[in-house]
């Protein structure tokens, strides 16, 4: 069955940590990826998104993602995280209609 | 502009009732879905719409019906509320269906007795 699956239920990490999570997929075809990143209280905003070209995408709040093809991955990064980053995130493929992960906590202690 | 909008935040259902779920974009956005957030799932597509007069089922479009009069509006029914429909939902909407960036309204907690 066509999937998402993202590796950590919730990660915890220290300020200034560097920050990696897993985003794979089972689509064969042409796909559009997305993270999507929802603070405590609010909707999803859209972080950074791949639709073609350059496979290292980068996004808003030093946010990046590496698109490999041949591993059909999509994992997010960020060099240094910061106690604001605490948040759900989610990684979604469009392919046609949109299916999302089951999102990762992130909680970042100060 | 106000993005995406829905009405109620909160509601409480007995199992049985009816309710509609509001929806409403001001972003002349051809597209737009229902999403229903469960924990430890994300977010699953209930249904869809690309336009005025045109919808279509998502993953989970059981116990839900939709209708698209408008470009504005798309509203989600509930037709009878079951326990198994308690969950958050969202509304979202994008210029087209391919490839687009969606933009989400701020949820409906929905609690079904």
């Known amino acids: 069955a066509q999937s998402v699956s993202q590796h950590n239920h919730h990660v915890i990490l220290s300020e200034a940590a560097s920050l990696e999570l897993g985003c794979n997929y089972s689509y064969g075809g042409t796909v559009n990826l997305f993270w999507y990143v929802q603070y405590p209280g609010q909707h999803l905003q859209l972080l950074l998104k791949?639709?073609?070209?350059?496979?290292l995408v980068k996004g808003i709040k030093g946010f990046e993602a590496e698109f490999i093809k041949s591993k059909f991955s999509f994992n997010l990064r960020k060099p240094s995280v910061q106690w604001s980053d605490t948040a759900e995130y989610f990684c979604?493929?469009?392919?046609?209609?949109?299916?999302f992960g089951a999102g990762t906590r992130l909680t970042v202690k100060p | 502009n106000a993005g995406v909008t829905q009405t109620p935040k909160f509601q409480v259902l007995k199992t049985g009732q009816s309710m509609t779920l509001q929806c409403a974009q001001d972003?002349?956005?051809?597209?737009m879905s229902w999403y229903r957030q469960d924990p430890g799932m994300g977010l699953r597509l209930i249904h869809y719409s690309v336009g005025a007069g045109i919808t279509d089922q998502g993953e989970v479009p059981n116990g839900y019906n939709v209708s698209r009069s408008t470009t504005e509006d798309f509203p989600l029914r509930l037709l009878s509320a079951a326990p198994s429909q308690t969950s958050v939902y969202f509304c979202?909407?994008?210029?087209?269906?391919?490839?687009?960036?969606?933009?989400f309204g701020p949820g409906t907690r929905l609690t079904v007795l």
């Open positions: 979202a909407s994008s210029y087209w269906k391919g490839g687009d960036t969606q933009y």
């Open positions: 791949y639709f073609s070209g350059d496979p």
């Open positions: 979604a493929v469009r392919w046609p209609d949109m299916r």
């Open positions: 972003m002349n956005h051809e597209y």
